[in-house]
């Protein structure tokens, strides 16, 4: 069965400082993807970057970076440059089979100026 | 473009009762998804549809759920006999394909009285 572990009590950051959510994961599928997902109060969830397990290169878009090592069956999110708008729930979440997604219980974070 | 849609936003409905859940994809997208996220969880996979029919529903809870996509666009996820456990945001999410993210809605959030 495929796990996604995020275990980090609800974090404080300062405004313009980077953050690093942890994620670990448990599969036996040899292809599989990872991603982050934000959702803020409001309850949407938005896509925020992706990882292929194949992928030798760590996946950047913008402010946010996947910090990929796959011998620990890791993926952590890093926020560079934190802003306001940053604070959210986060979720890291293993695709398998269809597509289908396994989440995390999330990482809380709070932007703090 | 327009994202994906769901409606109603919010509903609440007594124990015993039947209910629908809409959701309208982004257009295009063959690939839809719904998940179900109870309070302080990540969303917890509910099932798959790739066009008309439905490609994986291992993640229905039981056979009170059901879920119908006549024409490969608009899903209907219904609950039969609602109960109070069913009470939850229930999500859907859309991709173009099989593989590569997806892209969540808004959420219906049921309460069972």
């Known amino acids: 069965a495929q796990k996604i572990t995020q275990t980090q009590p609800g974090m404080f950051v300062q405004e313009k400082e980077a953050v690093t959510l942890d994620c670990t994961y448990d599969t036996s599928d040899q292809s599989y993807g990872l991603f982050w997902y934000k959702q803020p109060s409001s309850g949407e969830m938005i896509f925020l970057i992706y990882?292929?397990?194949?992928?030798?290169q760590n996946a950047t878009e913008g402010r946010y970076s996947l910090n990929f090592q796959k011998a620990r069956k890791s993926a952590n999110l890093v926020i560079s440059a934190s802003q306001l708008g940053d604070s959210a729930m986060y979720f890291c979440?293993?695709?398998?089979?269809?597509?289908?997604?396994?989440f995390g219980k999330g990482n809380q974070v709070v932007v703090i100026p | 473009g327009a994202g994906v849609s769901q409606t109603p936003s919010n509903k609440v409905t007594e124990k015993g009762k039947y209910v629908e859940l809409r959701c309208d994809p982004i257009?295009?997208?063959?690939?839809l998804y719904w998940y179900r996220q109870s309070l302080g969880q990540g969303p917890e996979f509910l099932i798959y549809f790739q066009g008309t029919g439905a490609a994986d529903d291992s993640g229905l809870p039981n056979d009170r759920f059901f879920a119908v996509r006549p024409e490969g666009s608009v899903s209907t996820l219904k609950i039969q006999r609602t109960e109070r456990g069913d009470s939850a945001v229930y999500l859907c999410?859309?991709?173009?394909?099989?593989?590569?993210?997806?892209?969540f809605g808004p959420g219906t959030r049921l309460t069972v009285t």
């Open positions: 990882q292929g397990s194949y992928d030798e």
């Open positions: 257009s295009g997208h063959t690939a």
């Open positions: 999410a859309s991709s173009q394909g099989w593989l590569g993210e997806q892209y």
């Open positions: 979440a293993l695709s398998y089979g269809n597509n289908r997604l396994a």
